[in-house]
Structures are given as structure tokens and as C-alpha cells.
């Protein structure tokens, strides 16, 4: 038998072998990497959907710190104009008022005169 009529031979062959593993390395790096990449992107995803959360939770915040800020101020203004009354006008002992509170209704802010 000639060299010819063997067929493959060892040079070709190993060729062939390093071509495939090296085929296979690229393969598997790129596997990995798109891996990599998919898992990256999930962790991004939670961050930013915690992100969104926080910024909510944070408007809703300021604006609960502003209703009790407004609600101070309105108080204040209601106590100093209590105490500004209570130094211009003496204090009589006997005041009947002309009707009898309800309580219950003022405390559901529900009074009808």
C-alpha cells in the first residue's frame, strides 16, 4: 500500500483533534460568559427593582414628614391663638355651654350645628 491509498493520515488527523478541542474551548468560553452575563443581569434586575421600591417608599415618606410638618405648624397657630385668648379674656368660673358636646361625634369629626 502506498501513502496515498491510506487515507487519513497521523498529520491530518491531529489536525482535525486540535481543531475540534479548540472549537470546543471557544465553545464553552462562551457558554460561560453568556452564563456569567445571565446571571449578572438578574442581580442588576433585583438592584434596580430595590431601587424603584426605595424611591417610592422614600416620596411616600416625605410626603407623610410634610402632612406632620403642616399638621405642627396648624397646631401651633391653633395653641398661640388659644394662649392669646385665654391672656385677653378673664376666666369665668361657671360657663355652661348652650349645648351639650358630642363627644362621639366630634371625635368622628362628624358635628352638625
Not at 487519513?8 to 456569567?36: C, D, E, F, R
Not at 398661640?80 to 371625635?107: D, F, G, M, V, Y
Amino acid at each position: 500500500m502506498s501513502p496515498k491509498e491510506k487515507g487519513i493520515t497521523l498529520g491530518v488527523l491531529s489536525i482535525a483533534l486540535i481543531s475540534m478541542a479548540i472549537i470546543l474551548i471557544l465553545a464553552l468560553m462562551k457558554v460561560y460568559l453568556s452564563n456569567q452575563i445571565y446571571h449578572e443581569s438578574r442581580k442588576v434586575n433585583i438592584i434596580e427593582a430595590e431601587v424603584a421600591s426605595l424611591k417610592e417608599e422614600n416620596s411616600i415618606l416625605k410626603m407623610k414628614v410634610e402632612k406632620l410638618k403642616y399638621k405642627s405648624r396648624i397646631e401651633d397657630r391653633i395653641f398661640s391663638i388659644e394662649e392669646n385668648q385665654t391672656q385677653e379674656k378673664p376666666k369665668r368660673s361657671h360657663t355652661i355651654p348652650a349645648k351639650p358636646l358630642n363627644t362621639k361625634a366630634l371625635w368622628e369629626g362628624t358635628v352638625h350645628d
